[in-house]
């Protein structure tokens, strides 16, 4: 009887709760719904005339004294956003638009002399019509088009001349308009980078055409995750179509390794059959292949293998290849070989070498400096694939920047190898400086930059931010333009590299059908030479945007980095992944937000709590209402995973990438659910204090063995008992 009466008050208790909680609502929002009435309906600011919500502002302003400097940094800024990358036809074009703004510049001056009456004068005129436009005016629409007018007026007089250095403008509204943009976009976040080491802006050079890069080369990191070979040949025409010349093939372990090789080879690797078919679906489309070898760092796919430890540079450690050991050239010159069988008419062999963290550490190599090892090798490796093969051999950049140019001279490596320039962050000089470029120079004829598309800004993000990635390649085309001239043979390309994870052992960053967008935006805008408006209906149709209201405007990569918003009502290939990680993203704020609610914000389903076992039922119960919701949503997430994925990968990568992303939010949400439906039987509580943590012994913080506040110490333990749940 006591225990129904007990479970009778608990749910009184709760449903009192709830009732309290739902009249306080209704109370809330009736207050604030008065609030909004007498703030705005009462005084009339609401007009039965829709009024565009900027002039809505300026009308509140109006009988401001000081409104017209806000007027004027509006102008400003307006100024700022309307920046342009020139496209002229011609020469002659080119000179009469700079000629246009000359003069406009000149007339600007002398507007300035006049600048403090006109303050004055425009000071009166919007005072006037601010303190006359409710009694005067006939009608919203009257109001709002005398307003504007005095407000352009205003605007006209006081704008102050832009400065030399900064970009240009017309003098009248131009066709071709930058997209609208803050002041930095194409600059770094956290920096101050606006003008290259030369003194030039990054963006609206108009002493030169657009600098378009002779290859634009897609890269594929297929390591551990091979997307399906059906895909991959649906992908190939689409890159042809949109501007891409070649494709760099990173297999890493997904490559059909044979003989004494074959360990390395992953179980879902590709067939020689299909590597075959990719081959010739690329000649069709005049796609130039390049694989991808490497050769002496970010080897971890096979050095973790106890049959090839042994010639690891460090013993504990499987990224790097010791280069003093015989059996390592013999080694490399299997992975070569077994891949160029494959690619017998490959152009360009690329053979990585870059991030090679460990170096001159085993006792072989000591005996040796470290740049020279490195030199020794890549000079080898070179030697090895022209010789043998005929093929131009590229390598990452890297590990060259801290080595002389003399030290490079001697080892010929300007005739055997040309370097890749990789830089994924916006500001490229502040990683390779002019200085660089010229050292570079003095060695090597030909030169590659490499920008990615994905897989840069963050180890586990499941969409590429394509702000900063177009940050990145506009920025590339600058320092392209710039340095090519210092090279005998220019710049070969630009690779837009496509990073599936940091390394080996990594998890998966973002997918490619996620990266889709981005790879649309960057590609199509490299090819272009620019980004802007003009490229608004090549982009919409690349991802099988409708004509629809919504693709009318340009996209605003300050609102929506990820494209979500633009691109997930669209017909692309990848586009259930893209709209995926949509879902992921608002589900997992969702679940992260309610988990930090109740274990860390309230009180009763702490860690604490659940160690214990003890809580209140009905606190217990209140915090566990939205609980079988999001179990729903994650769950319904999984299923839905499967099927965007399906298309793209096997069920091993689709699998792994749940459990990278999503089965952690799940196994959350059940514990949780466990652990507090254990608290919720519980009718019987320990009196405190509660047994101590014991772990917390080692740090000296144990059970007394007696307590002056205690009557009798020895009954501590027989009046402690741990919650205890009836049977």
Known sequence: MVALLELFAAKTGAAMWRLKRQVFGVIFIAVALCLFYFQFVADGTISTVREPSSLRRDLNNLGHPDSHDDLQKKHLDSTLHDRVKFVANNKDELEQQQKMLHNRNEQEKTQMEDDVNDRTQNRGVISGYGSLHNAELQSAGQRQEDIQKAMDEMSDNM???????????????????????????GIPRLGNYKYNPYGEPVYGKTDRPNYIPKQRVVHFDLKGAPPLMGILQTIIPWLATHGATAIIL?????????????????????????????????????????PLVQTLGHLEFTLKLQKFSHLREVPDLPQALCPSRNESLIFIYELIDQVMRLHPNSRYVHIGCDEVF???????????????????????????????????????????????????????LGELVEPMVWVYAEDIYRFVQPSMWT????????????????GAFGEQLTVPNVRRHLDNHMNWLDVMSTESSKFSGGFRGLVLTGWQRYDHFAVLCELFPAALPSLAVNLISVTRGFFNSTLQTEIYDALGCA?????????????????????????????????????????????????????????????????????????????????PDRIHAVTSLIKSAREALIDWFDEWTIGEWIEQQIWPMLSTLETLRKESESMKRVKYWPVRPLPLLPQLAKYGISEPTSNGNTINSNNIGKSRSRSVIPT
């Open 159 to 185: 704008r102050p001349p832009m400065p030399q250095a900064a970009i240009q403008q017309f003098s009248s509204q131009p066709d071709v308009v930058m997209m609208h943009m803050d002041e930095s976009f």
């Open 250 to 290: 990173e297999y890493e372990d997904t490559f059909p390794f044979h003989g004494s090789l074959a360990q390395i080879a992953t179980l879902n690797h590709y067939t020689p059959t299909q590597i075959q078919e990719l081959l010739q679906l690329c000649e069709k489309h005049k796609i130039e292949v390049i």
């Open 358 to 412: 460990h170096m001159g550490e085993c006792e072989l190599c000591r005996q040796q400096a470290r740049e020279n090892l490195f030199l020794q090798h890549v000079a080898t490796i070179a030697k090895y694939v022209r010789a043998k093969y005929g093929s131009i051999v590229l390598i990452w950049d890297d590990m060259l920047r801290h080595i002389s140019d003399a030290a490079m001279t001697d080892y010929h």
């Open 439 to 454: 050292k570079y120079s003095q060695v090597f004829s030909h030169i590659w930059a490499a920008s990615a598309f994905k």
């Open 547 to 627: 004509q629809a209201s919504k693709y009318q405007s340009w996209i605003n990569l300050d609102a929506d980095p990820f494209l979500w918003d633009k691109f997930t009502w669209c017909m692309f290939p990848g586009k259930q992944a893209f709209t995926l990680m949509s879902r992921l993203d608002s589900t997992r704020r969702d679940v992260d937000s309610y988990v930090e609610r109740v274990t860390r914000s309230r009180a009763w389903i702490t860690d604490y709590n659940r160690r214990h076992n003890f809580s209140s039922p009905m606190r217990v119960v209140e915090d566990l209402e939205e609980l």
